[in-house]
C-alpha cells in the first residue's frame, strides 16, 4: 500500500536519535562508550586471568589474554546487544505500529546498526590497546571492520524474528537475557576453541558466533588472514538466515496492529 | 451499494479506489492464539468469534472530490480511514490510492517527545515520503506556519497540546499531499488557526486534491463537501450529495433517539481569547400567538478586525432538538458589520407559521462560510406559541381547501 516513506534518510534519523538517545542524554555522554566494555573488561581479566588462572595458548601475559578476550567480546557484544533489545523494538513503539504508516522493519535495522557502531567504537579501542602493550597491529587489521560487517545479515535475521515474535510472545523478553548469559560462556570468549573436550565440539558446530570470534581474532590479535572460505559459508549461511527472518517478519507484521 | 448516480471515471480520474473491502476483527483469547493464526492461517480453534468493522465496501473517489464520512460512533469510519492509510490491513479486497498521500487523524502521532521541534520535522515529513532536500526547502515555511517560536528548537515534550498539533497540522500540509484525510482533528487548537487550517486545505482543494473530511456537525459537512457517504453497521447506508445524505443522516438519528446530538457545540473558550463573541441576545416577546411578528436582537463584539467573512445564524428548534428552521447571513447573502466593536442585528419574523407549542432559539457566529464556530449559545431564548385550537401539527403551511362539486 503506502511504501512511499524515504527509506535511507529514515534510517539516518532513527540511527542518528538511537545513538544521540543514548549517549547525548547521560551525564558522561560518549565517555560510556569507552568506559563500559573497559569496566567488563578489567572485571573479565580479573577473573579469568588472576583468579581462575586460564591459560591461553599464545597469549603468555595478562595483557595478552586481555586482549584475546576484548577481541571476542566485541562479537559478543553485538549479538547481545541486538538479542536483547529486539522483543521490545516493535511493542515499544505502539504509535508506529498502529497510528502512523510507518515501515517497522526498519526497527531491527536501526537496532543492528546502532550495535555495529559500538562494535566499530571497541575495535578501534583494541587496536589502540594491542599497540599500546607493544605490538603494532598488522596490516591484516584492515580486514577487521570486514569481520564486523560479516556478522550483518545474521544480526538482521535475528532482530527481525525476535523482534516479531516478542510482540505475540511475551515470555520472549525474559528469555533471550539467559540466552545471552548462555552464549557468553559457551563461545569461546574465555577460552580457545581448540580447549573444548572432543565430545562437546558440537557445542561450537551450532555456534554461529563462533566464526566471526575466531576470524576477528585473526586479524587483530593474531595478526594473520582470515580464513575467507569459512567466513564465505558463514557469511552464504546468514544471507538465508537473514531473508528467513525478513520473511517471518513480513508475515507477522500483518497482525501487528491487532495485539498491541 | 453500487450508485447509479456516478458514472464510472475515468482511470486518471481516480484518486481512491476500494474494492470490495472486508476488515474482521477476529477476537482472540490471546496474542499467542493471533500468532498462531498468522502461521496457520486456517488452523481452528478460534471459535468463529469474529467482529465484521467493515463489510464489503466498494468506493471510488475522483480527483478533486471532497467527500465527507458520516455515522455514528462504531458505524465503522475509524476502521475504513485506517485502511485507507495503511496502518490496518484488510482481511480482504483492495485499496489504491493515486499520488501522495497525508492523513491528518492523529495529529503527531509519529513524534518522539524528547526530540526537538525540528528534528520531529524530519523524522514525520521523511515519514511521509519527503527527501531531505525537500523537507530543507520547505523548513522555514513549515516552522511559520505552526508559529511556535522559540519552542521549534526545543524537546516536543516541553510542548502544550495547541502547538503540538499546530506544528504536526504544519508537517502534513507541507507536504502536499494529492490526498488529504481530515478526521475531527481540527477541532483542536484556537480559532485563528483552525481558520489558517482551513484556508491552506481549500487552497489544496483549489489545487485539484481529493478530501475526504470526516465530521460529526452535520453543517461542516453540507458547506464543505461535495458528496457524502453515510456508514453504518461498517457498510455504506447511503451515498449522494452532501446536504441530501447529512439530511437523511439527520432525519434518521432523530427518529431514532430524542437526544440528538448538538451540530456545533461552543468553542469551548473563555471570552478573553476568543476575536468575537456574541454579547446578548433578546427577544421581543417570548409567548405569543401563531401569526404574530417576533424579533431577535442579536448584538455581537468583534475584537479582532482581522478575521472577515462573519456570520451570523438563528436557529429555532423543538424541545427534542429538532432543528425546525435555520437561516444564516452568509447564505442569504447579507453582510454583517465586521470592524472592532459591538454591532446589532436584529433577525425578524413578521408572521411566526409555528401552532402551539414551545421552541428554543440557537444563535451562533461563524466564520469562513460557517466551517469556523466562534461562539454558539444554545437554547439561549425560549419561544412559548399558544393558539385555540384550529390545526394538529407544528407549523402554518398556507393552504386552501377546493371543493369540487359536480
Redesign the interface.
Known amino acids: 500500500?503506502?511504501r512511499?516513506?524515504?527509506f535511507y534518510?529514515?534510517f539516518r534519523?532513527?540511527l542518528g536519535?538511537e545513538l544521540a538517545?543514548r549517549y547525548r542524554?547521560t551525564a558522561l555522554g560518549v565517555v560510556w562508550l569507552l568506559l563500559q566494555p573497559l569496566l567488563m573488561l578489567g572485571v573479565y581479566t580479573l577473573v579469568f586471568s588472576g583468579i581462575f588462572k586460564t591459560r591461553w595458548a599464545g597469549a603468555a601475559t595478562t595483557a595478552d589474554f586481555a586482549l584475546v578476550l576484548f577481541a571476542g567480546l566485541i562479537i559478543f557484544n553485538i549479538f547481545s546487544e541486538v538479542l536483547v533489545a529486539a522483543p521490545a523494538l516493535i511493542i515499544g513503539q505502539p504509535?508506529?505500529?498502529?497510528?502512523?504508516?510507518?515501515p517497522v522493519e526498519i526497527l531491527p535495522v536501526v537496532r543492528v546498526a546502532a550495535a555495529l557502531v559500538t562494535a566499530f567504537l571497541s575495535l578501534v579501542i583494541l587496536l589502540v590497546a594491542q599497540a599500546a602493550f607493544g605490538q603494532a597491529p598488522s596490516f591484516s587489521a584492515i580486514l577487521a571492520p570486514l569481520v564486523l560487517l560479516e556478522t550483518v545479515p545474521m544480526m538482521l535475521g535475528i532482530a527481525w524474528a525476535i523482534s516479531a515474535?516478542g510482540?505475540?510472545?511475551?515470555d520472549i523478553a525474559q528469555f533471550v537475557g539467559i540466552v545471552s548469559s548462555m552464549f557468553l560462556f559457551l563461545s569461546p570468549i574465555f577460552f580457545p576453541s581448540s580447549a573444548i573436550p572432543q565430545g562437546l565440539k558440537w557445542l561450537i558446530y551450532f555456534n554461529p558466533l563462533v566464526t566471526p570470534m575466531e576470524q576477528l581474532r585473526a586479524v587483530t590479535v593474531q595478526q594473520g588472514l582470515p580464513d575467507f572460505s569459512i567466513l564465505g559459508q558463514h557469511f552464504g549461511l546468514s544471507v538465508l538466515f537473514a531473508g528467513l527472518g525478513f520473511q517471518l517478519f513480513r508475515?507477522?507484521s500483518?497482525?501487528f496492529?491487532?495485539?498491541i | 451499494m453500487t450508485d447509479q448516480a456516478h458514472p464510472v471515471p475515468l482511470e486518471s480520474d481516480v484518486a481512491i479506489e476500494i474494492t470490495q473491502v472486508v476488515k474482521d476483527?477476529?477476537i482472540?483469547r490471546s496474542?499467542?492464539e493471533?500468532?498462531v493464526?498468522?502461521?496457520r492461517p486456517n488452523s481452528a480453534g478460534n471459535g468463529g468469534k469474529i467482529f465484521r468493522a467493515l463489510d464489503d465496501i466498494s468506493l471510488t473517489v475522483r480527483r478533486g472530490e471532497t467527500m465527507g464520512i458520516i455515522g455514528r460512533n462504531g458505524a465503522g469510519k475509524s476502521t475504513l480511514l485506517q485502511v485507507l492509510?495503511?496502518?490496518?490491513?484488510p482481511t480482504a479486497g483492495t485499496?489504491r490510492?493515486n499520488g501522495?498521500?497525508a492523513a491528518l487523524?492523529?495529529l503527531g502521532?509519529?513524534f518522539?517527545p524528547?526530540?526537538t521541534g525540528r528534528?520531529n520535522v524530519?523524522?514525520n515529513a521523511?515519514?511521509?515520503?519527503?527527501?531531505?532536500a525537500e523537507i530543507d526547502g520547505r523548513l522555514d515555511s513549515i516552522r511559520a506556519f505552526a508559529d511556535i517560536g522559540d519552542f521549534f528548537e526545543r524537546p516536543v515534550k516541553t510542548y502544550s497540546s495547541g502547538m503540538y498539533v499546530r506544528l504536526a497540522f504544519s508537517v502534513a500540509i507541507h507536504t502536499e499531499p494529492d490526498v488529504l484525510i481530515v478526521d475531527e482533528a481540527l477541532s483542536v487548537g484556537d480559532i485563528r488557526f483552525q481558520m489558517k487550517c482551513l484556508a491552506r486545505i481549500e487552497a489544496l482543494r483549489a489545487r485539484g486534491a481529493t478530501i475526504l473530511f470526516v465530521s460529526h456537525s452535520m453543517e461542516q459537512i453540507k458547506r464543505f463537501c461535495q458528496t457524502a457517504i453515510w456508514m453504518e453497521g461498517g457498510r455504506i447506508k447511503l451515498r449522494g450529495e452532501a446536504s441530501f445524505v447529512a439530511d437523511r443522516f439527520r432525519d434518521h438519528e432523530i427518529g431514532r433517539d430524542s437526544g440528538v446530538r448538538q451540530d456545533t457545540q461552543p468553542a469551548g473558550v473563555s471570552r478573553g481569547e476568543v476575536p468575537a463573541f456574541i454579547e446578548t441576545v433578546n427577544l421581543s416577546q417570548d409567548f405569543m400567538a401563531p401569526f404574530e411578528p417576533v424579533t431577535v436582537d442579536i448584538s455581537y463584539c468583534i475584537r479582532d478586525e482581522s478575521i472577515r467573512g462573519f456570520l451570523l445564524g438563528v436557529a429555532i428548534k423543538g424541545v427534542d432538538g429538532q432543528h425546525i428552521f435555520g437561516p444564516n447571513t452568509y447564505l442569504e447573502h447579507v453582510e454583517i458589520p465586521s470592524k472592532s466593536g459591538s454591532h446589532r442585528v436584529s433577525y425578524c419574523i413578521p408572521s411566526m407559521p409555528l401552532l402551539t407549542g414551545t421552541y428554543r432559539i440557537d444563535v451562533g457566529l461563524f466564520t469562513d462560510k460557517g466551517m469556523v464556530c466562534l461562539d454558539y449559545l444554545s437554547e439561549v431564548a425560549k419561544l412559548t406559541i399558544a393558539a385555540p385550537y384550529f390545526s394538529e401539527g407544528l407549523v402554518y403551511i398556507p393552504h386552501e381547501w377546493i371543493v369540487h362539486v359536480d
Open positions: 500500500m503506502q512511499q516513506a524515504n534518510f529514515l534519523q532513527l536519535r538517545s542524554t504509535n508506529y505500529v498502529k497510528k502512523v504508516v510507518f515474535l510482540v505475540y510472545l511475551r508475515r507477522l500483518r497482525g496492529a491487532d495485539v | 476483527y477476529a482472540y496474542p499467542r493471533r500468532l493464526s498468522l502461521i492509510c495503511g496502518t490496518v490491513t485499496v490510492i501522495r498521500f487523524l492523529e502521532a509519529g518522539n524528547d526530540f528534528e524530519y523524522m521523511s515519514l511521509l515520503g519527503l527527501s531531505k
